[in-house]
T-cell receptor, first 115, second 109 residues
Framework: DAGVTQSPTHLIKTRGQHVTLRCSPI?????VSWYQQVLGQGPQFIFQ???????GRGNFPDRFSARQFPNYSSELNVNALLLGDSALYLC??????????????FGEGSWLTVV | GQQVMQIPQYQHVQEGEDFTTYCNSS?????IQWYKQRPGGHPVFLIQ?????EVKKQKRLTFQFGEAKKNSSLHITATQTTDVGTYFC?????????FGKGTTLSVSS
């Protein structure tokens, strides 16, 4: 079975542009979360979606938005890119929305460089 | 918000030596999860601890959750070069995983 798949794997954008990152969860998983990992740091929670509804949001500006589609895939959108948005963006999927019973599986991430 | 602090930030060992990373919180944690991230890779789930004083083993890896559920440790016995990477502890707080900054392990043969 395929794991969590993300696209694109690498991309370079210019300040002020916007970017869309895509994620397909593991088959059967209904929850998708997005994390930002800056070099040398642990992943930071951005969003969680479950059954197409936003269930959680981290401390990120409104430039960050996301959605989940009927097939449970998800998109993360970032507008008005800043140099500080350069990071590895990780998508994670799990069966349920959270709690101790749901193992979280991360995709390989999308490396975003803003120049 | 809830934070988990990890020490040390970096650790270099000779192959065959033991390694331990510690995760601490000022508040009681509902659970602690451990992840490993290889250089250039993504975090991979290792284990979850839920109960006070819980100890779990995976081959050469031993995971502990403190009695007060405020700290945890990961101990690797007789490190191998394949153990290289960054080890993160994380707490599931509602819908979010709150990660520590990680301990980066390097191993020389």
């Amino acid at each position: 079975d395929a794991g969590v798949t993300q696209s694109p794997t690498h991309l370079i954008k210019t300040r002020g542009q916007h970017v869309t990152l895509r994620c397909s969860p593991i088959s059967g998983h209904k929850s998708v979360s997005w994390y930002q990992q800056v070099l040398g740091q642990g992943p930071q929670f951005i969003f969680q979606y479950y059954e197409k509804e936003e269930r959680g949001r981290g401390n990120f500006p409104d430039r960050f938005s996301a959605r989940q589609f009927p097939n449970y895939s998800s998109e993360l959108n970032v507008n008005a890119l800043l140099l500080g948005d350069s990071a590895l963006y990780l998508c994670a999927s799990s069966l349920g929305p959270g709690g101790t019973g749901n193992t979280i599986y991360f995709g390989e991430g999308s490396w975003l460089t803003v120049v | 918000g809830q934070q988990v602090m990890q020490i040390p930030q970096y650790q270099h060992v000779q192959e065959g030596e033991d390694f331990t990373t510690y995760c601490n919180s000022s508040t009681t944690l509902s659970n602690i999860q451990w992840y490993k991230q290889r250089p250039g890779g993504h975090p991979v789930f290792l284990i979850q601890l839920v109960k006070s004083g819980e100890v779990k083993k995976q081959k050469r890896l031993t995971f502990q959750f403190g009695e007060a559920k405020k700290n945890s440790s990961l101990h690797i016995t007789a490190t191998q070069t394949t153990d290289v990477g960054t080890y993160f502890c994380a707490n599931q707080a509602g819908t979010a995983l709150i990660f520590g900054k990680g301990t980066t392990l390097s191993v020389s043969s």
